[in-house]
């Protein structure tokens, strides 16, 4: 009794959305009618139309420019971060460079090897070119430039490291503790990896040591240093005869290999989109010399490259930033654009033999009646998904959803005129008997081979494989896959990690990857640096607050230990070492506010150990006496295991510094690395909220338009498990949630629906029995379907193998998005459809054939719903009823 209760209020309920629809698709259907009536009578015209707005759109491109800055893209506006870098950039602007070495030995303490890295160190050091040489571009601490290694034990003096003995080493590593050279404490700890100590806990030997050489990052200097960096590399890669490995990373080193991959890739990219071209060719047209469309084919392509410029041009107008991530939109409209050509393509084949007889603007009206409406329900339904993507709160992503949204719509309007013109000139030409490359060149008796005239997909579709699905053993099948694909990967999805690690993005094969693995191997405890900022506070009568943060910090578990560096000690020190005559009067404790900057000024220009700390403090020398107005000290975080512990450490060290007593936001830590963990606190809420909204928008938009609930959720259900198949596949693949998986998975709702809802729509638009409408609607839609799916696979099927972790990723993602969504579209949702075999339809009549026809019981009578599709002098000579 309940399920028939249940079951009559599904029937109500389809009943009451029907009468609402169908004043939609009336509305719909008959727009587009008169749409393509007026593309098909006036074709030239609409094309010229459409370059004059793309056109006028596309000025906006003059302010054109893109943004690379991170926290502009991925940081949200509201996060602190935002203010701090920038308060940071405009005190202690980042002015280095740098080139950082690993030295692999049995033991790397050995003299032999202490003098091989002398060595290295040495040849580094020589460079000149005819500008700057070396010495002129370090940064220099306490006059000397600054490179840290053990080496600066001995204060890279050869001789006295030639004379070294293994004891001498053991003795002097274990003993000095301050840098001979910067007057820093030096902890050898930090320079060496595979250390091993003995009983006592001292150093007896280790497998590897670093080396960093940092340069002054100037404008004039900068051709100069990419140049010693570049002799740098080359120096390291050749290796050292007294040496097992030796590894080497630059400031360069990322742009260099990390983006001359993408650039390698993007040239696959390029020879991708020809061979979707090339296929795009052979599918939409056929093989003979008048009907293969390659001039159809390059119009369908142009209109993707006209709905870029419309969008980029409207977006920038509006001034919505542009980033990187926006190299993907072409793709994305490539997908979406190819998919709406082959529907419209075959919705012209699919014309009926009464259809084809009617003049061509008439074809063109009916073409446009019969695809206009399964084109806006995916449009529509991608547009409005990524509308509400761009409420998003990472700034790059809202702006990539911003583009694609006006990209969709204009690729839409584009696919229904512009294309639909062409498609009109190409008929005509057809028509005429015309060549289809040399149309000056006409055929007087021109005879199609029988096998041109063929569409084997649809026969297929049609003969064999819609036939196969609706069998019992094939639907149990097809319901076991589907649901063990589902459990696997709901298995892997919940098992998606987020995480984040820019090594990935460096070419397996790469000198740059291998010093990253290297690091790993042999410092496998190396966090990031951090710097902890404090702005314009009262110094003086803040000493012990200071002392007490500083030394929380110093004892926090996500601190490395020993590697905070602060002048505050050392200019404690030297004043509580006072005993000249000048400055005896200053040997008391605490000071006033002038007392405490003269004192600071005096140590830090007038000491050699000041000195080695000139880079930490800011000092206003407008006034008299001069005012400290900012400083910094300088530490290393433990190495984090995934996002979430790097931001817990980073959010643990803001704990102490905004509660340390001073007013909230005078201290702060910042590293460029922690604009990554700002992004990664948001990401993945943000990703699964937007895929919450895109899913959301897919049933509400299918279900308004298709008219059916059960239709409508299994629409919703055939994207859902598509997604899900895509992202647990990518936990099995190794992938983890970042910026650019957020990316893609958000792209999988526009590309996943369109293989559902064309299928979904067309079911319901089509008549006959249990069994005959998802093979009737296999054999019209389902040829576009799968050409669109699989052109979109060929875009990208060069990147398989691709050593660039972005572009393998992009590979990933796109073909499994088009398997499985290819797979739950075609296949899945055959053989989970209603069966209702009483459906709205459409009815096509010419004048002189009985007004009322009919179907089984059902009695059809004309009414207000019909649509004329042809008149002539005598009046109404073809029409279409709503039934």
């Not at 389809?14 to 698709?25: M, Q, T, V």
């Not at 960096?229 to 050292?240: D, P, R, Y």
């Not at 896959?481 to 919940?494: A, D, E, K, Q, R």
Request: charged share 15%.
């Amino acid at each position: 009794m309940h399920q028939k209760s249940q079951s009559n209020s599904i029937c109500q309920c389809n009943k009451y959305l029907r009468k609402i629809s169908h004043g939609i698709i009336w509305s719909l259907e008959t727009g587009f009618y008169h749409v393509g009536h007026f593309v098909g009578t006036f074709p030239v015209l609409t094309i010229a139309l459409s370059f004059l707005v793309c056109g006028i759109a596309s000025i906006g491109m003059v302010k054109f420019k893109e943004t690379d800055i991170t926290e502009k893209l991925w940081v949200p506006s509201y996060s602190r971060i935002q203010e701090e870098k920038k308060w940071m950039t405009e005190n202690f602007p980042p002015d280095t460079r740098y080139a950082k070495v690993i030295a692999v030995e049995n033991n790397i303490l050995s003299p032999r090897s202490l003098n091989a890295m002398m060595d290295l160190y040495e040849k580094a050091i020589s460079f000149h070119d005819n500008e700057y040489s070396y010495h002129h571009m370090c940064l220099r601490v306490a006059r000397h430039c600054k490179v840290s290694s053990i080496l600066e034990i001995w204060s890279y003096n050869k001789s006295a490291i030639a004379h070294l003995t293994y004891n001498d080493v053991i003795r002097d590593i274990n003993q000095v503790k301050t840098s001979p050279l910067y007057h820093n404490k030096l902890d050898a700890t930090t320079m060496l990896g595979r250390i091993q100590f003995d009983s006592r806990g001292q150093i007896m030997a280790a497998g590897a040591a670093s080396m960093l050489f940092v340069l002054n990052d100037k404008e004039k200097m900068r051709p100069s240093a990419l140049k010693w960096e570049s002799e740098v590399i080359e120096l390291v890669q050749k290796g050292h005869a007294h040496l097992q490995e030796t590894y080497v990373y630059a400031t360069r080193s990322f742009d260099d290999e990390g983006y001359g991959a993408v650039n390698d890739d993007i040239n696959l990219l390029s020879v991708g989109i020809c061979i979707v071209l090339i296929f795009v060719i052979v599918t939409l047209g056929r093989f003979n010399l008048i009907e293969h469309k390659l001039l159809l084919s390059l119009a369908g392509l142009l209109s993707v490259g006209m709905s870029i410029g419309f969008a980029y041009g409207l977006a920038t107008t509006f001034d919505v930033i542009y980033g990187p991530v926006h190299a993907l939109m072409p793709f994305l409209l490539l997908g979406i654009g190819v998919d709406d050509m082959f529907v419209i393509v075959e919705a012209w084949k699919n014309l009926t033999p009464e259809e084809l007889k009617l003049p061509l603007p008439e074809q063109v009206a009916m073409t446009m009646k019969h695809a206009g409406v399964s084109v806006t329900v995916t449009s529509v339904t991608d547009i409005v998904a990524f509308a509400i993507g761009a409420s998003t709160v990472i700034p790059g992503l809202s702006a990539f959803c911003i583009d694609a949204a006006l990209g969709i719509l204009a690729l839409f309007i584009l696919q229904s005129t512009f294309f639909v013109a062409c498609l009109t000139l190409d008929q005509k030409r057809i028509a005429a008997r015309r060549d289809a490359i040399l149309c000056c060149l006409a055929y007087k008796s021109f005879e199609p081979n029988k096998c041109s005239q063929k569409n084997f997909l649809a026969l297929a579709f049609e003969n064999y494989i819609g036939p196969f699905l609706m069998k019992t053993p094939s639907k149990i099948i097809v319901m076991l896959v589907t649901v063990s694909l589902l459990g696997v990967n709901i298995y892997g999805f919940y098992h998606l990690k987020q995480d984040f690690d820019l090594t990935m993005y460096i070419p397996s094969n790469s000198y740059a990857h291998k010093f990253s693995k290297a690091q790993d191997k042999y410092f496998p405890n190396r966090g990031v640096d951090v710097n902890v900022y404090c702005g314009d506070i009262h110094y003086g009568s803040s000493q012990k607050i200071l002392s007490n943060m500083l030394y929380r910090i110093s004892t926090d578990p996500g601190v490395e230990n020993g590697t905070v560096i602060s002048w505050f000690p050392a200019f404690t020190a030297w004043i509580r070492s006072l005993n000249d005559s000048s400055l005896a009067m200053y040997n008391h404790y605490p000071y006033d506010e002038h007392e405490f900057d003269s004192l600071a000024l005096t140590f830090i220009e007038n000491t050699p150990v000041g000195h080695a700390f000139k880079r930490f403090v800011k000092f206003d020398k407008t006034t008299h006496p001069p005012v400290l107005k900012a400083m910094y000290f300088s530490l290393r975080h433990t190495s984090q295991p995934n996002s979430q512990a790097e931001i817990d450490a980073m959010e643990d060290l803001r704990e102490i510094t905004d509660n340390s007593g001073l007013p909230k936001g005078m201290c702060f830590p910042y590293c460029p690395q922690y604009l990554t963990y700002e992004t990664n606190k948001v990401l993945q809420v943000e990703l699964y909220r937007n895929l919450a909204l895109a899913g959301a928008c897919v049933f509400f938009v299918t279900l308004v338009l298709i008219a059916n609930v059960l239709t409508s959720l299994i629409v919703f259900t055939c994207v859902i498990f598509t997604l899900v198949d895509v992202a647990g596949t990518m936990y099995f693949w190794g992938v983890t949630i970042d910026t650019a998986s957020s990316i893609l998975l958000t792209l999988c709702v526009g590309l996943a629906v369109d293989y559902s809802a064309h299928i979904g729509h067309t079911f319901m638009t089509v008549s006959g029995a249990k069994n005959e409408r998802p093979v009737m609607a296999l054999k019209e839609i389902g040829p576009a379907v799968f050409n669109g799916g699989f052109s979109t696979f060929l875009a990208f099927v060069l990147l398989a193998n691709s050593n660039s972790y972005g572009f393998s990723l992009f590979f990933r993602v796109f073909f499994t998005v088009v398997l499985f969504g290819l797979f739950h579209g075609l296949v899945g949702i055959k053989t989970t459809g209603p069966g209702y075999s009483k459906r709205r339809g459409r009815v096509f009549t010419t004048r002189g054939e009985q007004s009322s026809i009919n179907q089984g019981k059902q009695s059809l009578i004309f009414s207000a719903d019909q649509v004329c599709l042809y008149s002539n002098q005598n009046g109404c000579q073809a029409v279409m009823v709503y039934i």
